[in-house]
């Protein structure tokens, strides 16, 4: 099983955990069996507090361990301790960033793409839309074709009031909707649309930067009520 396949890990790296590469591997196999023991393993016999050391294990061999943040957002959620889980996020963010800003490829290659969807579905969670936006718009330079991404960019910059990117994002989800058969993301993207139509996006947080943009661009402005 997937617990047996980590648990050895865990003993073979345990015996030198000096490598930089070993040390990422043992992190996450720590990450891993933190995880089962909030899904597969969630009622074994005390396995709350078995899933709390298993990932603080986890970064306290790799403190830079997106997975293992992200897991430590879900258990203390899970565990209804909020302001906590709010501190991984922030540990989480600080990592992102800083591999954008040294423009580390080789950070991003590391996690698949379902781990940055987790991500930025637990940050809308916790209402910090400003930070899921980060990650999706980083998951969205890679594939723009990812009509989720896309819909939960227009719901996050909708809660932070920016209207206009809401009203260019939203067109951008229409022309590119055609073969897009998610009807759950559709019907969510409908009903934000018909409540756009009652909001003046002057009123929007992002109207300057947005106006100001399309006029540096010579293109017409047609935002001004959706």
């Known amino acids: 099983t997937r617990g047996i396949q980590l648990e050895e890990i865990v003993q073979t790296n345990n015996q030198e955990v000096d490598g930089q590469d070993i040390r990422k591997d043992l992190s996450q196999a720590y ?26 294990r986890a970064v306290e061999v790799n403190d ?38 040294n423009n580390n490829d080789d950070f991003f290659d590391e996690y ?9 579905k637990v940050l809308i969670e916790m209402q910090r839309f400003a930070d899921a936006l980060v990650v999706l718009e980083g998951l969205f330079e890679d594939n ?42 559709i019907a969510a993207k409908e009903e934000l649309e018909a409540t756009l139509k009652n909001i003046n996006v002057e009123e929007g947080n992002d109207w300057e930067d947005v106006s100001e943009e399309h006029m540096s661009n010579g293109d017409d402005m047609e935002l001004e009520h959706m």
Request: glycine fraction near 4%; charge should be negative.
């Open 31 to 56: 990450t891993g069996l933190g995880e089962l023991y909030m899904t597969d393993l969630a009622l074994t016999e005390n396995a709350i507090n078995i899933c709390r050391d298993y990932l603080h």
């Open 64 to 101: 830079t361990n997106l997975d293992a943040y992200y897991q430590l957002m879900n258990y203390y959620l899970e565990v209804d301790e909020p302001e906590t889980a709010g501190q991984s996020a922030t540990k989480l963010m600080e990592i992102y960033r800083q591999a954008e800003e």
């Open 112 to 120: 698949p793409e379902e781990t940055y969807m987790g991500v930025a």
């Open 144 to 185: 723009a074709q990812n009509m989720e991404v896309l819909y939960l960019m227009i719901y996050s910059n909708y809660m932070l009031k920016n209207y206009a990117t809401c009203k260019e994002l939203l067109e951008e989800f229409n022309q590119k909707q055609e073969n897009y058969k998610d009807e759950e993301i």
